[in-house]
């Protein structure tokens, strides 16, 4: 009866890590495609400062923003658990990294709020 709590988890992380890895594919075409197709050339700081304005491209970046963090750190974080380390050393990693993860969020939508204003950068 213990574990059941714990597979449940483990569970969520890795079913987690696939749909940010699908937010992350899509992401990366949306990205591309603008960036090459819509955009004219050359890419200027206020194009991309125009682009922001919107709400739904704040809200792509954002979502962008926090599937990049939570991918990129809980794939570190398998890593790690790869070489079998202690308990203990996984629950110390597991809070140095969701501590990380979430100084990352923050500082970055922290960034972005910024281009959300016309002059605001």
Known sequence: MGNRGRNVGLAFH????????????????????????????PITFEKVQARLLSPGWLIFDSILLIAVIYHA?????????DYNPRE??????????????IFL?????????????VGGV
Do not use: E
């Open 14 to 41: 890795w079913y987690l890590q696939r749909i940010t890895a699908i937010i992350l594919m899509i992401g990366l075409f949306v990205h591309f495609y603008v960036i090459h197709f819509t955009i004219d050339r």
């Open 73 to 81: 750190l809980r794939g570190f974080y398998n890593v790690i658990c």
């Open 88 to 101: 203990s050393v996984k629950k110390i990693v597991s809070w140095c990294l969701t501590v990380l993860g």
């Open 105 to 117: 969020i923050i500082y970055g939508i922290y960034i972005l709020i910024p281009f959300t204003q």
